[in-house]
């Protein structure tokens, strides 16, 4: 368990919009900060975060929370292990109980895994550093790569013994469950026990966005031709090769700092420019760039810069990943290094301003790249030239923004000696014969079968809770505001009848809440509600204001996501930017005393009603009784619901 102490510093130290900074690239908007929701596919920012009320709100999926609550959503962290993650980023030292063997043991089946590869990671790490042959094997090619110790620990590279089961055997002295470490592919099982996949290899950790290893590559270093020179993790419930990037986690600040994320090919070509101090760049290990992985870079950058070898022999494949770029809508564009270089030697041999330079020079449009690579391969041959064309075209025709398309279409023109007419014809029909295709690959999908789904009768809204809420949502956003209420007294006037007057009488908004319902002896019946009015009046008792990070903490996830709600509420206008276009929003602050008049009078008229309706089943129930005095309760309470829809101005 982690104490209390070390959840309130962790509490107290993070910062929502650091945190999340790390995972979304977030820009500032008046006192707050946008972005693209990282929970759903969007192209206008529908994701909010407040430093001030230190909570974020994603409008498009309708998640919201504080800090801890982002993490578990985004990350899919437990509590504890969120906890950690800010412990460990903010460098606050933890106060928890040790595991014991049966606790682990009883970790559920994914967070297993993650501990399955966490030790692994540290093993691989340890060898490679405090033993002989790690020493002497491992470290010895990092260092010939180039790579400064400082380097290694960053990327926590690592190796594994030549021995069968050097791994499986620490990890039963440390009392794991080896059914985990074959599940995630670390161990191959076999008749005569469990074997080391990545045994007489370097190890390269593959982590998430927030720096947990979700699987391995390894690099042989024999020459046994019998053996992959490269060998990454298996697929696994935690480890799908196409949703994963080699140095995002160690990339993501500098994407979203620069605005920018190179892609390249292989783990070293990524180690090495991050050594050189291009910081910015990730790769795709070795397989085709997925829809996926761009949704990843996505969340933090619109711009991709993929960098290729001088004498990339998969060229052409890789020109698929590009247009799988245009069709994300991203802006990318493409480098080449010279003949015989990579972006692992060219790293190597010159510094940081030398590479940026040399990256910023040669950093051509796709547009330019494609044409001059397909003009080339096409030579004079007018057949091959007009395939190349078509192939542009094509690449064109992905691209969402028919502003870019355009654009795109009259550079091509000039370069490719061709007329925008006939180059825009040449799109048209690459965009129908795209339409074509989607019709006939719906077409061909089979039938699903048609379940014949029960008619289930929608719920109506239920005045009570939306009232409640409402009740919640002022006491949140405007509990600690005083304003002057008009009270309705009750005096015997000259003549010696009671007359009603009103009175103003001056109360901080929570105080009058707490008076009027009181005074009806009126509870909120929604459980989450109910908990949440009893901590926000206990805050405002004490300190006359509602603070959410003193005690969001303590709160349920679903008092937290309640509360998000409420507070972000006025930042889904600012995403509709009303003042910009001239449409004026008229501020709740305004008529706040009208608004909580209104929200008490409604309450009370429905608790009445509901009353009214209570005391008619009574009645009914009472066919051979006398009933005077249910009559006489109903005869006044609706006299009251009289006197409360005329304060409300209303009909009944």
Known sequence: MISKTTIDQVYETAR???????????????????????????????????????????????????????????????????????????????????????????????????????????????????????????WTYFQERGFTD?????????????????LSQAAVQASYN?????????????????????RGRVIFPIR???GRVQGFGGRILGDNKKTAKYLNSPESDIYHKSKVLFGLHEAKKAIAKEDVCYLVEGYTDVIQLHQAGIEAVVSSSGTALTSQQIQMIRRLTQNIVVLFDGDAAGLRAALRGIDLILEAGLNVRVVRF????????????????????????????????????????????????????????????????????????????????LTETTLFDALAQEQQKNRREQSRTKSRAPEKPQLVTPQVEEKPLDPNHV???????????????????????????????????????ELKIYEKIFLDLQQDEI?????????LYLSIMSQYSENST?????????????????????????????????????????????????LVEQTILSFRMQLIRQKIQQLSQELKGEENAETPEILDDIKNYIELKRLLAHRLARVI
């Open 16 to 138: 929502v919009e650091e945190v999340i900074g790390d995972f979304v690239a977030l820009k500032k908007s008046g006192a707050n900060y946008k972005g693209l929701s990282p929970f759903s596919q969007e192209k206008s920012p529908s994701f909010m975060v407040s430093p001030v009320k230190q909570i974020w709100k994603d409008f498009s999926s309708g998640k919201g929370g504080n800090v801890v609550a982002f993490l578990m959503e985004h990350e899919h962290f437990t509590y504890p292990e969120a906890i950690r993650y800010l412990a460990k980023k903010y460098a606050i030292e933890i106060e928890e109980t040790q595991m014991t063997d049966q606790e682990k043991e009883q970790a559920n089946a994914r967070e297993s895994l993650f501990l399955a590869t966490a030790f692994a990671q540290e093993y691989f790490e340890n060898t490679l550093w405090n033993s002989e042959q790690g020493r002497a094997i491992g």
């Open 150 to 166: 400082e380097t290694i620990r960053t990327f926590g590279l690592g190796y594994s013994p030549e021995a069968k089961n050097s």
């Open 178 to 198: 080896l059914d985990f470490f074959e599940q995630c592919g670390l161990l191959i099982p076999t008749e005569n026990g469990p074997i080391d996949r990545f």
């Open 208 to 210: 998430s966005m927030s």
């Open 338 to 417: 010279p003949e015989g270089e990579d972006p692992d030697s060219f790293a190597k041999a010159h510094d940081r301003d030398q590479i940026q330079e040399f990256l910023s020079a040669q950093a051509q449009n796709f547009i330019a790249f494609k044409a001059n690579l397909l003009t080339q391969e096409a030579a004079n041959d007018p057949i091959r030239k007009a395939e190349a064309v078509r192939e542009i075209v094509a690449s064109i025709a992905k691209i969402p923004d028919p502003i870019k398309q355009e654009l795109y279409i009259r550079e091509s023109s000039g370069m490719l000696g």
């Open 467 to 505: 009232l409640e809420q409402q009740i919640i949502s002022i006491l949140v956003r405007y509990g600690a505001h005083t304003v002057i209420f008009q009270d309705d007294v009750l005096e015997t006037d000259e003549t010696g009848e009671v007359v009603h007057i009103r009175q103003n009488q």
């Open 523 to 531: 509870e909120l019946a929604d459980p989450v509600f109910h908990e």
């Open 546 to 594: 509602f603070q959410m990070e003193s005690q969001s903490f303590e709160m349920t996830p679903e008092v937290g996501q309640l509360v998000a709600d409420i507070l972000m509420e006025d930042e889904k206008y600012e995403l509709h930017q009303w003042e910009r276009k001239n449409i004026p929003v008229k501020a709740k602050t305004d008529t706040l005393s009208l």
